[in-house]
């Protein structure tokens, strides 16, 4: 590399300016990874705040409060607040968008509201879709897990081996363990990309029985 090379690299290369620290009743979590080189507006100074923006701005999974905590450099009890305080802000300037827990993690959504423009943005790839008979199985691990192969096709009244095998390969169902019954078949049970894609936070989540029931 020449001198002039060397000189072109040097000027574009610089540290990232250090992140407002938090302060609070427990200890900051530490990291030894240093910022990553950026070209930055000059004066332009990262908050905890911006900088936990930033990053749920960038996932498209939810990320659980430590993982999170761990990334932006803060604790888990001050994360919350900052989380309450993007929210607020949103809602103050009538944003399109907020913060919401989502499978045990923290993850930024379109409110629902502007699902109606969405729908004629955003078309379901074909591998996602879901027939009946899945949904049907899936509902039915969803309520009764963990569940075996044999009480699955019992409530459904046909084979269900490969309707399993089809959600397993979406990420939807998974192996959770084994019975311990006679012969010791495998159990079975919804994953985490399940409570994603169905806007839950946990299985309490889940609409009751009684809800679901067509009105007479």
């Known amino acids: 590399m020449t001198e002039e090379q060397e000189a072109i690299v ?17 200890p900051r979590a530490t990291s030894d990874e240093q910022p990553a080189a950026a070209n930055l507006q000059p004066g332009f100074e990262p908050t905890v705040e911006s900088v936990v923006e930033a990053v749920l701005f960038a996932s498209d999974e939810s990320i659980s409060p430590q993982r999170l905590a761990e990334i932006v450099g803060t604790n888990v009890k001050q994360l919350r607040k900052h989380i309450d305080d993007l929210n607020e802000k949103y809602k103050t300037n009538k944003n399109a968008f907020c913060i919401e827990q989502i499978a045990g993690g923290y993850q930024m959504l379109t ?20 027939s009946q008979p899945a949904l049907e199985t899936l509902a039915i691990i969803a ?31 998974k192996i959770t363990g084994r019975a311990e019954v006679l012969g010791r078949p495998m159990l079975y049970g919804t994953t985490k990309k399940f409570l994603e894609i169905f806007g839950l936070n946990s299985l309490k989540d889940l609409p009751k029985a009684e809800e679901l029931k067509k009105p007479e």
């Open 10 to 26: 040097d000027n574009h290369i610089g540290q990232a300016p250090p992140v407002t620290p938090d302060t609070g009743d427990e």
């Open 111 to 130: 409110l629902s509201g502007y699902n109606h423009w969405l729908k004629k943005l955003i078309r379901a790839r074909d591998d996602s879709k879901l």
């Open 143 to 173: 309520y009764k897990q963990p569940i075996i192969r044999a009480d699955i096709e019992a409530i459904r009244g046909v084979a269900a081996g490969e309707m399993i095998r089809n959600l397993m390969y979406k990420g939807l169902v």
